[in-house]
């Protein structure tokens, strides 16, 4: 027994001094910098630019015959009305219509060009929602030190952002030694697949690679992290994939005085009660463990001292982050059940009962593993399983280990000294994963500052940005441009 004891005393000093030891050697990821020079901007100008751009609806619906065609050209004159130097000077041609490409020829043309992305549509505004804007939606307001108006955050300010960039440096005589391409889609909030994914195929048959991409995903956020001061600019390296699954059971309908023991609705709600309660596994890794590994080391010491031992502590803390819907989305493929349908009729009973789940893929999972999951977990012929669409997978991790990444934060660091910057798993969808056999390097991140309170904000009511704001964005922008160039 004794010598038990002493067993134990043994392993518990040793085990302290590992965790001690791996702590010790966790060292910081962010790289010292020096801050990028201030630029004189024309800010009421820029400031008219965005403005003027949320005043034209140009509208994503989910039903194709509401589409405005009269917006979105009306965008297109917008854009070469406010900007007449950069369609003077670039190449610019439509794509598909109504999605726009321009290039800004480099000096040097053995050399690999980059892209900037962002998307000109906007999700709609619900109309039982319209009174609770306090500016309205459309009418681009400029009010308290803030511009008002959907699309504000997502994403005309990074479109706006970026062609106010462009146009600075064009008239400060500037010409970049790599050529840069601007795309913006059209159709972005409905999966890019008439505009973005066009301005890729297009590009694919010219045989155009780049050296990075960068889009929409990730942003400058305050206060979400915890154990984090710092503002944390949060640099998507992947996004998960997607698909809807239809669950249909079907039965003899009839009337609901003498029902069977198990009707349709039953069954299905069965099954689909099975998949919450038995969710796909969560797991750690990249890009996710790659954020922790960013982030630990600028925590408090309880907390890198688990980051720092995660072959120790990985259940510990997948446990934690399953807790909130937020972290628990970063580290599992998630189950949200978002339709069902039965009997038009309260008396009568349904002859086919139907559910539809939603799954949002992570990084290690695919559609045919969740596909398999749902057959595993159902375990009931009687529910028809069948994917809705196509699915997609989630896209390829870019390897944050490419100078091209530690570039880029460098670059944020520059523009926004004393900002943290992490890898992260984007949750929703871009255009950016249309891009992804273009280049292994995918960004996906706009340097708009984002409170806790903001995140309600886009697809939601009062959507806004601060002149402050967007002012950041263009140096960011501006400063970007040049160190590729
Ligand atoms: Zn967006």
Redesign the pocket.
């Known amino acids: 027994m004794k010598r038990f004891w002493q067993f134990l005393g043994v392993f518990l000093v040793v085990l302290v001094i590992v965790l001690i030891a791996n702590t010790l050697r966790f060292t910081r990821l962010q790289p010292e910098v020096t801050p990028a020079a201030d630029v004189a901007l024309d800010e009421a100008a820029l400031v008219r630019h965005l403005s003027g751009g949320l005043a034209i609806q140009t509208v994503s619906y989910q039903d194709s015959a509401r589409f405005d065609s009269t917006a979105f050209n009306r965008f297109h004159r917008y854009l070469e009305t406010v900007y007449p130097e950069i369609f003077d000077r670039l190449e610019s041609e439509r794509v598909n219509d109504y999605s726009l490409l321009l290039k800004w020829q480099g000096k040097q043309s053995e050399l690999k060009p980059v892209l900037l992305m962002a998307?000109m549509d906007v999700v709609p505004v619900d109309p039982r929602t319209r009174s609770q804007w306090q500016q309205p939606p459309f009418s681009g307001a400029v009010a308290d030190g803030f511009i008002w108006g959907r699309g504000a955050i997502?994403?005309k300010a990074s479109l706006f952002g970026i062609l106010d960039a462009v146009q600075f440096l064009l008239n400060q005589g500037f010409q970049p030694e790599r050529t840069i391409y601007l795309a913006f889609g059209h159709d972005?909030?409905l999966g890019g697949n008439r505009g973005a994914r066009r301005i890729a195929e297009r590009l694919a048959r010219r045989g155009i690679k780049f050296d990075w991409v960068l889009d929409?995903g990730g942003a400058r956020t305050g206060g979400l992290m915890p154990g984090v001061q710092s503002d944390v600019a949060m640099v998507g390296v992947a996004e998960k994939g997607y698909v809807s699954v239809e669950l249909l059971v079907e039965g003899t309908g009839g009337h609901s005085s003498m029902p069977p023991l198990e009707t349709p609705v039953g069954i299905l709600c069965k099954a689909i009660a099975a998949l919450e309660e038995h969710q796909m596994p969560a797991e750690l890794m990249p890009p996710v463990n790659q954020m922790f590994r960013y982030l630990g080391p600028e925590m408090p010491f309880g907390m890198k001292l688990v980051m720092a031992n995660l072959w120790l502590f990985q259940g510990l803390l997948t446990t934690q982050l399953s807790q909130s819907p937020t972290t628990n989305a970063l580290i599992r493929t998630t189950t949200a059940p978002t339709m069902l349908e039965g009997s038009i009729k309260d008396n009568v009973l349904p002859a086919r009962a139907r559910g539809v789940v939603n799954f949002r893929i992570r990084p290690g999972d695919s559609v045919e593993s969740v596909i398999q999951h749902i057959r595993k977990t159902v375990q009931d012929d009687r529910v028809n399983i069948r994917v809705l669409g196509t699915g997609r997978n989630p896209s390829p991790v870019s390897d944050v280990r490419a100078p091209q990444f530690q570039w880029l934060v460098r670059v944020i660091r520059e523009v926004f000294p004393g900002t943290l910057v992490a890898p992260s798993l984007v949750v929703g969808g871009?255009d950016a994963k249309h891009f992804t056999e273009l280049s292994p390097n995918v960004y996906r991140f706009i340097p708009v500052k984002l409170t806790p309170d903001d995140l309600h904000r886009?697809h939601g009511i009062n959507e806004r940005i601060s002149i402050q704001n967007y002012i950041d964005m263009v140096k960011f922008y501006v400063h970007l441009l040049r160190k590729a160039a």
Do not use: R
């Open positions: 998307h997502d994403d972005e909030e929409e871009t886009f």
